[in-house]
């Protein structure tokens, strides 16, 4: 079926313009993350939504960064006044996480690589 | 909250070598141990998982140990391939309210 899917896989913008990232999870699948790689980096835990909880914002570096999860599926991650160290590749992932559950391994997208100039 | 090392950074083999990789997380409450592959310009993949009431799991050329009283695991790959090389990433977390935390990543290059 279907993986993750992530838009645009490519993003350049100038410094202190906006952007928005889109992530469309696996159907079926509660659980949404958000990671962000920088260059040789690990990934970097930036939000998680599950069902309909509030989201666990703990990992958004900034107030710049925000994201949604509309009718419990797509996603769409904002930066906004972009800044040269938010390039990076921005990683969506989404499980069948459920509470109590061991096997929830993520499924990840291919990425959006951000480049700003 | 969850902190998980990884080591080595990176790890060079020749073709038909083992290569180890080992991590250690804090967390006691941790139960879920997955590893994943990135291989270059691509999304991670899952490799392998344990949970925290095994000791060691295998799946052909991989394997993974798990240590609860000391808090560590490790990969195992034995007849490494060149298309073993790639970057590969431990992660740890618990169950419930799930969000994995990740290691820093394992660059392995497997030399023909």
């Known amino acids: 079926g279907a993986g993750v899917s992530q838009s645009p896989s490519n993003k350049v913008t100038e410094k202190g313009k906006d952007v928005e990232l889109r992530c469309d999870p696996i159907?079926?699948?509660?659980?949404l993350y958000w990671y962000r790689q920088s260059l040789g980096q690990g990934l970097e835990f930036l939000i998680y939504?599950?069902?309909?909880?509030?989201?666990?914002k703990s990992g958004l570096p900034s107030d710049r960064f925000s994201a949604e999860r509309t009718g419990g599926s797509v996603s769409t991650l904002t930066i906004q006044r972009t800044q040269q160290e938010d390039s990076a590749v921005y990683l969506c992932?989404?499980?069948?996480?459920?509470?109590?559950?061991?096997?929830?391994?993520?499924?990840f997208g291919n990425g959006t690589r951000l480049t700003v100039t | 909250g969850e902190n998980v090392e990884q080591h080595p950074s990176t790890l060079s083999v020749q073709e038909g070598d083992s290569a180890v990789i080992k991590c250690t997380y804090s967390?006691?409450?941790?139960?879920?141990f997955p590893w994943y592959k990135q291989e270059l310009g691509k999304r991670p993949q899952l490799i392998i998982d344990?949970?925290?009431?095994?000791g060691e799991k295998k799946d052909q050329r991989i394997a993974v140990t798990l240590n609860k009283t000391a808090k560590h695991f490790s990969l195992h790959i034995t007849e490494t391939q060149p298309e073993d090389s790639a970057v590969y990433f431990c992660?740890?977390?618990?169950?419930?309210?799930?969000?994995?935390?990740f290691g820093r990543g394992t660059s392995l290059i497997v030399h023909p």
């Open positions: 967390d006691s409450a941790s139960n879920y």
């Open positions: 159907s079926g699948h509660t659980a």
């Open positions: 992660a740890a977390g618990e169950g419930g309210s799930y969000i994995p935390t």
């Open positions: 939504f599950q069902g309909n909880s509030a989201p666990d």
């Open positions: 992932a989404s499980s069948l996480v459920g509470a109590g559950s061991y096997n929830s391994p993520l499924h």
């Open positions: 344990i949970r925290s009431n095994v």
